[in-house]
């Protein structure tokens, strides 16, 4: 197996992109193996109104993941390890359970463990509420290296409110006392009105880098599109060596604005109507996109 | 309308079924909805698989949500193509080919200028039972496959040669025997394009090459049967069938968009030739792992059921990328068979 390879547990659907359908093929564009543990089998996401389908049981979930510890090592197969929308905390459970001895074998390089703790967008919660504190059971455990919540999701898991900078610098040093996660990125927050998209890194010494971009802001909702940002952002995180620092989203945000931007566009030319709500975010056809050169990074403002 | 609604196997880990075909599909441009037959930890040439089978009711109201609901999503149901692979039990066959008649039902004259008989969506049936020999399916899914195709639902068929024998019902050894099989998926099945993949070549006259033949009924005329020989590589991949077929889909319905001449010739040409570049690249990443991870120069052959080779020869979809897009002449000279 080469190096690129990953391990993604997230949602499946048939039509559209959004969970393992929004990380897989961008992954694997990027020159990724993934190994796509799916925790849904649903026609559709039910932004549509209706959809068909279920939630994969936590036995076949354990099923799966046993299945794949019998072929291989993880800690030898995968250099990433990817959770992300689960959609029940029994699930959840499962996979922690096979994850923790992973993360417990002396002497192995692991697997970073990144963390996309999907609870909901907009103040609004589409997960059970015991799914929010098996997260932090996650982010306690001692080996998530990164996690990419939006505003809501990290709002929800810090107990806090963004507001302003001092809030944002607040929140995210008590998060990191409270859970030692090296690194959290806040896929956007809203300050003032306008968008950023904020990293931390806790560093080697007390004082952690807090920096953050500005990000174009769309007047409408991109249904998948925290989990191509995820994605993104673990292969930029990787081809990083493992470190989040200004350059990891210097590369995805100028990405993902286009594919956005592209997708707005497309919607917008299929129906005449400006769109509130883009439920199929053109992945494929702007795949050109997923391969261009990192930005240059010289938006990026720090938080002293 | 690159749309295409593939049904065939998941696994997590390697490259078979949809993970063999949906990757390629994709990076050509298809936007590809994809429904699982069987989920999977891995495929069966581990010796040990972990997974489910997907359970009939499930699968049905998922067709019935892609499929008749058609408003709710931005496809109406409508697909320009339809690819289906390994369906592991004769259920869920039936089923799959329910919704694939009322695609065809509510079917629109396919643009070529050539081939007035074809309707969107294109449907390709890979009818995946075994290989070898060996019968990989409940022995059901035979019959089954049969009555499928007296539905005259299938626009392109690709078997390997021990599933063309289970579809009619006798052993192929010769030239004569291979041409009268097609001759009965054309005119009793009423499929305008056939490919014979994994062809025994010493039926071609030549024991070190795998054999694919081709064939395009096209009223009014006789048909000519085309051959390719293909060297052998010595090692036992798995997933070639379900990325040939795809690769086929991709390349066929660009060359009838274009209206190529013998457009099928040309695509299992260009197919033929990305794939031999897929193989050799398989192979030679596969003994370098393998001398990387067991220390041991000698020579290494991906072996079934035992996983401790098998997992060195997974095809190295993602890493060919870019011979997908080949659209040249093909590497291989088509022979014209006589019968």
Same mark, same amino acid.
């Given at each position: 197996?080469?190096?690129?390879? *990953?391990?993604?547990? %997230?949602?499946? &659907?048939?039509?559209?992109?959004?969970?393992?359908?929004?990380?897989?093929?961008?992954?694997q564009y990027c020159g990724w193996d993934v190994d796509g543990v799916n925790t849904t089998n649903f026609s559709n996401h039910p932004g549509y109104g209706r959809f068909a389908g279920s939630a994969s049981s936590p036995h076949l979930v354990d099923e799966l993941l046993q299945g794949l510890k019998e072929i291989g090592n993880f800690n030898e197969v995968y250099s990433l390890i990817l959770t992300g929308y689960t959609?029940?905390?029994?699930?959840?459970?499962? *996979?922690?359970?096979? %994850?923790?001895? &992973?993360?417990?074998?002396?002497?192995?390089?692991?697997?970073a463990w990144i963390v996309d703790p999907v609870l909901g967008d907009n103040g609004r919660l589409y997960v059970p509420e015991d799914v929010v504190p098996m997260y932090k059971k996650y982010f306690g455990s001692g080996h998530v290296s990164l996690i990419t919540p939006n505003q809501f999701e990290f709002e929800v898991l810090s107990d806090t409110k963004l507001s302003d900078w001092s809030d944002v610098r607040s929140a995210l040093v008590e998060f990191h006392r409270q859970y030692h996660i090296p690194y959290v990125v806040i896929s956007s927050v809203v300050i003032d009105g306008e968008m950023y998209s904020v990293g931390f890194a806790a560093g080697s010494k007390d004082k952690p880098s807090i920096f953050y971009f500005p990000v174009p802001q769309i007047d409408c909702s991109f249904n998948g599109c925290g989990d191509l940002f995820t994605a993104l952002v673990a292969n930029a995180f990787y081809n990083n060596n493992r470190v989040l620092g200004p350059e990891v989203l210097a590369e995805v945000l100028p990405k993902l604005a286009k594919i956005l931007r592209h997708s707005y566009d497309a919607e917008l030319a299929a129906t005449g109507q400006p769109p509130s709500v883009v439920r199929d975010i053109r992945v494929v056809s702007l795949r050109h996109h997923l391969l261009e050169p990192a930005g240059d990074g010289s938006l990026v403002k720090f938080l002293d | 309308m690159k749309t295409v609604l593939s049904i065939q196997s998941h696994v997590a880990h390697g490259y078979v079924g949809g993970k063999a075909a949906i990757f390629p599909l994709q990076a050509q441009g298809w936007d590809v909805d994809n429904i699982n037959t069987v989920n999977f930890s891995n495929h069966t040439g581990y010796g040990s698989v972990r997974?489910?089978?997907?359970?009939?009711?499930?699968?049905?109201?998922?067709?019935?949500?892609?499929?008749?609901?058609?408003?709710?999503?931005?496809?109406?149901?409508?697909?320009?193509?339809?690819?289906?692979?390994?369906?592991?039990?004769?259920?869920?066959?039936g089923i799959v080919h329910d919704y694939i008649g009322e695609m065809k039902?509510?079917?629109?004259?396919?643009?070529?200028?050539?081939?007035?008989?074809?309707?969107?969506?294109?449907y390709l049936l890979d009818p995946v039972m075994g290989d070898n020999n060996y019968l990989y399916v409940e022995q059901n899914c035979i019959e089954q496959n049969k009555r499928v195709l007296s539905r005259k639902l299938v626009d392109i068929i690709t078997p390997n040669q021990f599933e063309l024998e289970l579809l009619v019902g006798y052993k192929i050894d010769t030239q004569e025997l291979l041409a009268t099989a097609i001759q009965t998926l054309h005119h009793e099945y009423s499929v305008p394009y056939v490919v014979i993949t994994s062809l025994d070549g010493t039926m071609l006259g030549n024991s070190s090459v795998i054999g694919c033949a081709v064939s395009t009924s096209v009223p009014g005329r006789k048909l000519v049967i085309r051959t390719f020989e293909v060297p052998v590589i010595k090692s036992y991949f798995t997933g070639v069938g379900d990325l040939f077929s795809a690769l086929l889909l991709d390349k066929l319905v660009t060359l009838l968009s274009n209206n190529a001449e013998d457009a099928l010739v040309l695509a299992v040409n260009q197919v033929l030739t990305i794939m031999r570049k897929t193989l050799l690249l398989t192979h030679r990443q596969g003994l370098e792992a393998a001398a990387k991870a067991t220390g041991n120069n000698g020579p290494v052959q991906g072996k079934i059921n035992d996983g401790d080779t098998m997992k060195y020869f997974e095809l190295r979809v993602v890493q060919s990328r870019d011979f997908f897009a080949y659209d040249g002449p093909g590497e291989y000279l088509p022979k014209e068979m006589v019968h």
């Open positions: 197996m080469t190096n690129k390879s *990953i391990l993604s547990i %997230l949602s499946h &659907v048939a039509h559209g992109y959004v969970g393992n359908r929004a990380t897989v093929f961008p992954l959609p029940s905390a029994g699930a959840m459970q499962v *996979i922690y359970d096979h %994850l923790i001895p &992973v993360y417990a074998q002396q002497g192995a390089k692991h697997p | 997974g489910l089978a997907a359970d009939p009711e499930e699968l049905k109201l998922i067709l019935d949500q892609l499929v008749l609901q058609r408003e709710s999503l931005p496809s109406k149901g409508h697909y320009g193509a339809v690819i289906t692979g390994y369906i592991p039990n004769a259920t869920l066959i039902a509510n079917s629109q004259q396919h643009p070529s200028g050539l081939h007035h008989g074809l309707s969107t969506p294109l």
